[in-house]
Structures are given as structure tokens and as C-alpha cells.
């Protein structure tokens, strides 16, 4: 069963920019007590923890993506966004938004597709 929401996925050229949202699929589940993040997974390669942040708001990034994404949750904090600027051709994969609800056990999204590309 699908337990977040994500959007924002597409199709854009090198240097271009995407935001992705995550939210949770029911309202039972308050995302803002948790710590949240990003994954993305490229075919054939393993999958790579992008970005995290804290239900306080502490982040966290890739080496990757330093400097280029930016992950932030709005005032509630049952929303997190992934803004993706300087996009690359690298960057292109799948990406997956995670809550981490215990140690042990997380939610997750279904997946939304990046494709940079010229």
C-alpha cells in the first residue's frame, strides 16, 4: 500500500529546475512528527539517500547535490518539498520520499520520474 504522495516529477533540460512535493496519503499519519527524505534510484545503480530533514528542521545532503537541492517541510510540517535546481543529466532517476517512523520501519512514496536530458 502506497503511504506518501509524490509529485512534481518530469522531464526538464540540463541547468533547469523541478520541486518535488511528499505528503502522506492519509490523514491518520502526521508526517510532522517525523524525520523525512529523499531517495532517488537510477537504472542499474544503487539506490542513494539525497536529503533528509528532522521534524525540526535540520537537513542534510548528498555530496552529490550539495549546493543544489534544497529540502524543506511548510509549517505544519506534514508537507516536505525537494527543490532541485543546476539539474544534470546525472540526476535523472527515480525518486522516492520517505518517513521515518520508527528506527526500523519507514513509509514510503510511490515514486515520481526526473529525467534531465537535452
Known amino acids: 500500500q502506497v503511504q506518501l504522495l509524490e509529485s512534481g516529477g518530469g522531464l526538464v533540460e540540463p541547468g533547469g529546475s523541478l520541486r518535488l512535493s511528499c505528503a502522506s496519503s492519509?490523514?491518520?499519519?502526521?508526517?510532522?512528527?517525523?524525520?523525512m527524505g529523499w531517495y532517488r534510484q537510477a537504472p542499474g545503480k544503487q539506490r542513494e539517500l539525497v536529503a533528509t530533514?528532522?521534524?525540526?528542521?535540520?537537513?542534510n545532503y548528498a555530496d552529490s547535490v550539495k549546493g543544489r537541492f534544497t529540502v524543506t517541510r511548510d509549517n505544519p510540517g506534514n508537507t516536505v518539498y525537494l527543490q532541485m535546481s543546476s539539474l544534470k543529466p546525472e540526476d535523472t532517476a527515480v525518486y522516492y520520499c520517505?518517513?521515518?517512523?520508527?528506527?526500523?520501519?519507514?513509509?514510503w512514496g510511490q515514486g515520481t520520474q526526473v529525467t534531465v536530458s537535452s
Open positions: 530533514i528532522t521534524s525540526g528542521g535540520s537537513t
Open positions: 520517505i518517513a521515518r517512523i520508527t528506527p526500523s520501519n519507514n513509509y
Open positions: 492519509s490523514s491518520g499519519i502526521q508526517l510532522s512528527f517525523y524525520a
